[in-house]
C-alpha cells in the first residue's frame, strides 16, 4: 500500500509557518544580540534547519532587510486599527506611543539599513510609503480636528517617532522613560508653545549703567530704554509684585 502524498497546499503552509517563525526568531535575536549573529545562530533559535533560514533569506542582509520591513508593517497596520478605533487626535497621539514603545531597542537594525545604500531595498520601499500614507492619514484627520498644531508635518512626526524609542530606550525606568515619551508628545498639541521666546539666562542679563538692551529679571521681556533715571527692572506691575511675593515666600519666618 503506498501512502498518499501530501497535498501541495499543506507543503506551502509549512513554508509559511516557517518563514514567520524565522522572522520572529531574527527579530528576537537581532535586538537581543546585534547584527552579527549568523544565520545558522538564528536557525537553531528557530528550532529549523539552516537550509529553512537560506531557502527563504538567501542572505542576512536581506533577512534584516525583511525583519525591519516586517515591522515596519506591523505600525501601519496599528495606525489603521487606531484609526477606526478612536477619536482622531487620540488615534495620532495614541499610534505615536505605540510606534515609540514598539521601536525601542532596535535602533541599530534602522542604522544598518540608513547608513548602507547597497542594501536591497524593494521590500523596504513598499513598506515605508504604507506607514507614510497612514501617518499621513492619521497627521491629517487630527488636524482637521484641531488636535495637533497646524505647522507640524509628518517628517517631523517620524524624526519624534526615533528620538522617542532613543528616549525610550535610553532610561533604566522603562515607567520614567515611558512618562518622558508622552511630555515630549504632549509639544504637539495646540497651545503647548504659544510663541517662540528666546532662552532667558538671567547671569547675562545687562547690569546697571550699561548701554546695552535690558530684558525683565522676571519674565525675559524686553524693556524700553530710558535716557535719563535709573534702568528698570521689570516691565510692568505684574512682573514686579510677582517677584516681591516670591521674595517674601523664601524669606524666614520670625
Known amino acids: 500500500m503506498t501512502a498518499t502524498p501530501a497535498p501541495a497546499s499543506a507543503g506551502r503552509a509549512d513554508a509559511r509557518r516557517n518563514?514567520?517563525?524565522?522572522?520572529?526568531t531574527a527579530m528576537r535575536v537581532f535586538a537581543e544580540d546585534g547584527l552579527e549573529v549568523s544565520l545558522g545562530?538564528?536557525?537553531?533559535?528557530?528550532?529549523?534547519?539552516?537550509?529553512?533560514?537560506?531557502?527563504?533569506?538567501?542572505?542576512?542582509?536581506?533577512?534584516?532587510?525583511?525583519?525591519?520591513?516586517?515591522?515596519?508593517?506591523?505600525?501601519?497596520?496599528?495606525?489603521?486599527?487606531?484609526?477606526?478605533r478612536a477619536a482622531p487626535g487620540d488615534a495620532l497621539f495614541g499610534f505615536l506611543l505605540e510606534v515609540i514603545e514598539k521601536s525601542a531597542?532596535?535602533?541599530h537594525i534602522c542604522d544598518v539599513l540608513t547608513a548602507d545604500q547597497g542594501w536591497p531595498r524593494v521590500v523596504m520601499a513598499a513598506a515605508g510609503q504604507r506607514f507614510?500614507?497612514?501617518?499621513?492619514?492619521?497627521?491629517?484627520?487630527a488636524k482637521e480636528a484641531g488636535a495637533i498644531r497646524a505647522d507640524v508635518r509628518s517628517d517631523d512626526l517620524s524624526a519624534l517617532a526615533v528620538g522617542g524609542a532613543a528616549l525610550r530606550s535610553a532610561h533604566r525606568d522603562p515607567e520614567r522613560g515611558t512618562?518622558?515619551?508622552?511630555?515630549?508628545?504632549?509639544?504637539?498639541?495646540?497651545?503647548?508653545?504659544?510663541?517662540?521666546?528666546?532662552?532667558?539666562d538671567s547671569s547675562s542679563l545687562p547690569?546697571?549703567?550699561?548701554?546695552?538692551?535690558r530684558f525683565c529679571v522676571e519674565c525675559g521681556a524686553r524693556l524700553p530704554a530710558r535716557a535719563t533715571g535709573r534702568p528698570p527692572r521689570y516691565c510692568g506691575p505684574t512682573c514686579r509684585q510677582r517677584a516681591h511675593r516670591r521674595r517674601r515666600a523664601v524669606q524666614p519666618q520670625g
Open 19 to 24: 518563514r514567520e517563525i524565522v522572522l520572529r
Open 105 to 107: 531597542g532596535r535602533q
Open 207 to 213: 547690569r546697571h549703567g550699561t548701554t546695552a538692551e
Open 41 to 84: 545562530r538564528i536557525a537553531q533559535r528557530a528550532g529549523v534547519g539552516a537550509g529553512t533560514v537560506y531557502r527563504h533569506f538567501p542572505s542576512k542582509e536581506i533577512l534584516i532587510e525583511a525583519v525591519l520591513a516586517g515591522h515596519i508593517e506591523g505600525l501601519a497596520a496599528a495606525a489603521d486599527r487606531w484609526a477606526a
Open 179 to 200: 512618562r518622558l515619551v508622552r511630555l515630549l508628545l504632549d509639544g504637539l498639541r495646540p497651545g503647548a508653545v504659544t510663541k517662540a521666546e528666546a532662552f532667558r
Open 132 to 141: 507614510r500614507k497612514a501617518l499621513e492619514r492619521l497627521l491629517r484627520d
